[in-house]
C-alpha cells in the first residue's frame, strides 16, 4: 500500500466515497464500506512510529489503531441517523458515511505529508500550495504529542478528569484551551521560519526523491475516474 | 564582501505605539560575529528579525531608517523554539536539513553535498534517517541549525541557539559559530549565555529597551557599565563584588594573569 | 524522619531500551538536589516516576509516606509540585493569577486559601503587576515563571522542576534563585522547608541554589554527592557530560581557600584574600 503513489491513494480516497453515493445504496454503500474498512486493516494504514519510545501506550495494537478510529468517528452518525430515520435509510446513508470515513481516516494515515508533497513538487505544483495540503494531514501528531504534554502538566496540577459532567467538561476545557491557544500562538513563528527557508509563493522547490510514479497507476487513477464517472451516467439515465 | 548594514533604524511592531527598536546603528560585515545581549523584551530578537528581512515584510508593522544588505549568500534566521521551525514536510533528518536547500531550487548534487557538510557539523550522522518528529530537544534545536547552515547564509542570525543544548552540546555550537565566521559568514547572535561570548565574539552591542546601549569588543562584557546592569561575565561580576578595582577581568585566565602579578 | 523522597532500586524501560537501571536515592526534607547528566540519561524519566505518570518496571519510588503506585499524578500533587519543560505551553486561564490558582483550586483549597497562596507564589516571583495580564500577551519567559509560580502555590513538600531557567536572562534566573531559596527555608507542608530536585544544564544556577548532586549517566546513579565536591574535578565532569561553570573554574586557577562555587563566596573570599597577606 505504502509503495503506490500518493496520488493513487488520494484518488482512491476519493473514489470510493464518490462510489458510495453513485451506487445503489445499500449495495453499493455496503460494498464500498467493506472496502475502506479494509484498508484501514491494511499494514500501511499508519505510519509506524517504531523510533519514538514516547508513542507506544500500553495496551494499544498498531495494527487496530486505524479501523478503531474509523469505527468510532462513523459511530456517532448512526445513531443521529437511528434517532431521525427509519432502518432502511439509516443503514443507506449509515453505510455511505461509514465509506466516506473509513477513506479519509486511512488516507490520513497511509499518506505521510512529505510524501505528498513531494509527489505534488514532482507533478509541477507549486511548493506553498502543496505545503497547505500537508499542513493539514500534518497537523495532529503534533498537536496529538502536545496535548498528552499539556495534559501530564495538568493532571500534576491537581486535574482529575473523575467526577460528574461538569467537572469533566472543566478538565476537558484546562486540556484544550492551552493546547489551541498555544497551537495559534506558534502560529506567526512557524511562518516566520518557513520563510527564512525560503519556502514562498511560486517557489520552484527541487524534488528531493519524488516517489515513482508508474504507468500502471497512472492508468489505474484514470481508470477509477472513468468507472465513477460511467456509474454516474448509468444511474442518471 | 558580506555586509549587513541598518542606518538608525526604528521598528514598531503592528498596532503598537512604542518601538521595539528606536535610532539603532549596526554594521556587520563577512567574517565578524557580533554579540547581542540585553534582558528579555530589549529588543534582540527584534533586531534579528529586522536583520533577517522579516520584520517588517512578514511580521508587519512600521520601520524607518535603512537596512542594506549585500551578500553572496542569502541571509536566514535560526529562531529560539525549535519545534515551530519544523517544516512538517520532511520523513528524515536528512529531507529536514535538505528543506531549505530545496526551496532555493538548488541542482540535486549541490544539495546534497551541502546536506552532508552540515550534518557532520552538527554531529547529526547517527541520526539522518530518524523521523523529525521523534527528536528530543537538543538534537532537533541541532537540526535546525544544520538546516540554515545547509543553505550556505552569508548571514546568520541566531537567537538563543543554545537553550536546548547541554554543555558539552552548547560549547560545540559555538566552535562552529567561531569556524563559520573564520569561512567568512557574517553572524549575529542574541543570546544570554554570557561567559560563553569572549572566546567567540568580535563585538558586543548592549540593548536596553530597543536602544543600542553601548556597543565595543569583547571586554565590554567587563566593563563597569555592563557589570552593574548584571550584563558583564561572571568572573568581572566577582571582581567587582569583592571591591577589587577596574578593570575587571574578562575571562578566568585574564583573571589568574592578574592574580599572579598582585 | 521520612524523607522527601525516596527511590528503592528503581529501574524503567520504554520498550525494549532500558532508561533507568537500579536507582537508588533519597531527599531530606528540606533539601536542595541538582539531578545532572547527558541529555538522554534518563532524568526527564525520573522525574515522570516520582510525579506519579510512570511506574517503576522495579523498585518503589516514596513520596513521603506514599508509594506513587498507589497515587495518581493528580493526588500525588498534594505532595509534589512539579515543572516541566515547556511549561509556558500550558497556560490556559484569561490571567495570570487565575493561572496559577488553577493548581490549589483543583486540589479544594477554600477560596480565602487559594487567593492567599497564588498571592505568595506571585510575590516570591515578583509577578505582582504582571497578574492580572492575559498569560499570552507575556514573553515566553515571564509565562516559564509563572508556571513556576503555580507549582509554588500548591505549597507542596517537594518540588521537581526541569529546567527552570531554560529562556531566562541573567535577572529572570536570579529571580527563580531567591524565590526558591527562600521556599526551601519556608514551612511546606509538614512544618520543614521544600525539597527541591531540579533538572539543569545551568551550573551556574545550580551552583547558587543547590547542595547536592545527583548525576545520571546512561541510566545508572554515577554520583551522589556534594555539589561543590562535583564541580571541584574538572575531568570527571567531562566524562558525565558536564562542564565546570566559571565560579568553580575561578576559584581553583585562583586557588581560592575553601573552593567556592557561589559567586558571593568567591567574591567574600577573593576580597579576603586580597585585602589579607598571604592565605589565612
Same mark, same amino acid.
Given at each position: ?237 | ?7 538608525? /533604524? ?132 541541532? /537540526? ?119 | ?30 533539601? #536542595? ?77 477554600? #477560596? ?7 498571592? $505568595? ?114 575531568? $570527571? ?21 575553601? $573552593? ?7 567574591? #567574600? ?12
Amino acid at each position: 500500500m505504502t509503495r503506490l503513489h500518493p496520488f493513487t491513494l488520494l484518488a482512491i480516497a476519493g473514489a470510493l466515497p464518490a462510489l458510495a453515493w453513485i451506487l445503489p445504496a445499500p449495495v453499493g454503500g455496503l460494498a464500498t464500506a467493506v472496502v475502506a474498512l479494509a484498508l484501514t486493516l491494511t499494514p500501511g494504514a499508519s505510519p509506524g512510529s517504531t523510533n519514538t519510545v514516547t508513542a507506544v501506550s500500553p495496551g494499544s495494537r498498531p495494527g487496530l489503531v486505524v479501523f478503531r478510529t474509523a469505527l468510532l468517528t462513523a459511530a456517532p452518525f448512526w445513531l443521529f441517523l437511528l434517532l431521525l430515520h427509519d432502518l432502511p435509510t439509516t443503514i443507506a446513508i449509515g453505510l455511505r458515511v461509514t465509506t466516506m470515513v473509513a477513506s479519509f481516516v486511512w488516507v490520513v494515515g497511509a499518506l505521510p505529508p512529505p510524501r505528498l508533497v513531494e509527489a505534488m513538487v514532482a507533478a509541477g505544483w507549486s511548493a506553498s500550495v502543496a505545503y497547505v495540503f500537508a499542513a493539514t494531514l500534518a497537523a495532529a501528531p503534533v498537536l496529538r504529542a502536545r496535548a498528552r504534554r499539556i495534559a501530564d502538566a495538568q493532571r500534576c496540577r491537581g486535574l482529575s478528569a473523575r467526577g460528574g459532567l461538569a467537572h469533566r467538561l472543566r478538565a476537558l476545557w484546562a486540556l484544550a484551551l492551552p493546547l489551541i491557544l498555544s497551537a495559534l500562538h506558534e502560529v506567526d513563528e512557524r511562518a516566520l521560519a518557513l520563510e527564512t527557508r525560503r519556502l514562498v509563493p511560486g517557489a520552484r522547490r527541487t524534488s528531493l526523491s519524488p516517489p515513482p510514479d508508474r504507468g500502471a497507476e497512472r492508468l489505474a487513477r484514470w481508470g477509477l475516474v472513468a468507472a465513477c464517472a460511467a456509474a454516474l451516467g448509468w444511474r442518471l439515465r | 564582501m558580506t555586509r549587513l548594514i541598518l542606518e538608525r /533604524v526604528t521598528f514598531r511592531y503592528p498596532a503598537t505605539e512604542a518601538p521595539a527598536l528606536e535610532d539603532v546603528s549596526l554594521e556587520v560585515k563577512g567574517g565578524e560575529v557580533v554579540a547581542l545581549v540585553g534582558s528579555v523584551g530589549a529588543g534582540a530578537s527584534t533586531l534579528l528579525l529586522v536583520a533577517g528581512d522579516l520584520a517588517p515584510r512578514v511580521v508587519g508593522g512600521r520601520l524607518e531608517g535603512r537596512v542594506s544588505f549585500d551578500g553572496d549568500g542569502p541571509r536566514a534566521i535560526v529562531l529560539p523554539t525549535p519545534w515551530t521551525q519544523l517544516s512538517g514536510m520532511a520523513f528524515t533528518v536528512w529531507d529536514e536539513v535538505a528543506f531549505g536547500p530545496a526551496n532555493l531550487g538548488l541542482p540535486r548534487d549541490e544539495i546534497s553535498r551541502q546536506v552532508d557538510q552540515a550534518v557532520v557539523r552538527l554531529d547529526l550522522e547517527a541520526l539522518t534517517s530518524r523521523d523529525p518528529t521523534t527528536l528530543s530537544g537538543g538534537e532537533l534545536q541541532r /537540526v535546525i541549525v544544520a538546516g540554515i547552515l545547509a543553505m550556505r547564509p552569508a548571514l546568520l542570525l541566531l537567537d538563543e541557539p543554545t537553550a536546548e543544548l547541554d554543555p558539552v552540546g552548547a560549547r560545540t555550537l559555538w566552535k562552529l559559530v567561531r569556524t563559520l565566521a573564520g569561512e567568512g559568514t557574517a553572524i549575529v547572535v542574541a543570546t544570554s549565555e554570557l561567559d560563553a561570548l569572549p572566546a567567540i565574539t568580535d563585538r558586543v552591542v548592549w540593548l536596553e529597551r530597543g536602544r543600542v546601549a553601548a556597543t565595543g569588543p569583547a571586554a565590554l562584557l567587563a566593563s563597569d557599565a555592563l557589570v552593574v546592569a548584571n550584563m558583564g561575565t561572571t568572573v568581572a561580576a566577582v571582581w567587582r563584588a569583592a571591591g577589587l578595582p577596574p578593570p575587571y577581568p574578562l575571562t578566568v585566565a585574564h583573571a589568574a594573569q592578574r592574580w599572579e602579578r598582585r | 524522619m521520612t524523607a522527601a523522597l525516596r527511590l528503592d532500586g528503581v529501574s524503567f524501560s520504554y520498550g525494549a531500551v532500558q532508561v533507568l537501571a537500579d536507582v537508588s536515592l533519597a531527599l531530606a526534607p528540606g533539601e #536542595r538536589v541538582a539531578l545532572l547528566g547527558r541529555n538522554g540519561a534518563g532524568k526527564s524519566t525520573l522525574v515522570r516516576l516520582v510525579t506519579g505518570l510512570a511506574r517503576p518496571a522495579a523498585g518503589t519510588v516514596w513520596v513521603g509516606d506514599w508509594d506513587t503506585r498507589d497515587h495518581s499524578p493528580d493526588v500525588l500533587a498534594r505532595r509534589v509540585g512539579s515543572v516541566f519543560q515547556h511549561a509556558d505551553q500550558q497556560l490556559f486561564a484569561r490571567t495570570l493569577e487565575d493561572d496559577v490558582a488553577f493548581g490549589p483550586r483543583a486540589l479544594g483549597f477554600e #477560596r480565602s486559601d487559594v487567593a492567599g497562596r497564588v498571592a $505568595r507564589a506571585l510575590d516570591a516571583l515578583e509577578l505582582g503587576a504582571q497578574a492580572r495580564e492575559h498569560p499570552y500577551d507575556l514573553p515566553p519567559a515571564l509565562r516559564k515563571l509563572a508556571a513556576l509560580a503555580g507549582a509554588l502555590a500548591l505549597e507542596p513538600a517537594l518540588l521537581v522542576l526541569d529546567e527552570p531557567t531554560a529562556g531566562l536572562d541573567r535577572a529572570l534566573r536570579a529571580r527563580v534563585t531567591r524565590a526558591l531559596l527562600e521556599r526551601a527555608g519556608r514551612a511546606g507542608a509538614g512544618g520543614g522547608g521544600a525539597a527541591l530536585l531540579v533538572i539543569t544544564h545551568d551550573l551556574t544556577f545550580a551552583a547558587e541554589l543547590l547542595d547536592r548532586a545527583l548525576v545520571l549517566d546512561r541510566g545508572r546513579l554515577a554520583c551522589d554527592e556534594s555539589l561543590a565536591g562535583l564541580l571541584g574535578a574538572a575531568a $570527571r565532569l567531562e566524562t558525565l557530560g558536564l562542564l565546570r561553570p566559571p565560579v568553580a573554574e575561578l576559584s581553583t586557577a585562583l586557588d581560592l581557600p575553601g $573552593r567556592p562555587i557561589r559567586a558571593a563566596d568567591a567574591a #567574600r573570599v577573593l576580597a579576603r584574600v586580597a585585602g589579607g597577606r598571604a592565605d589565612p
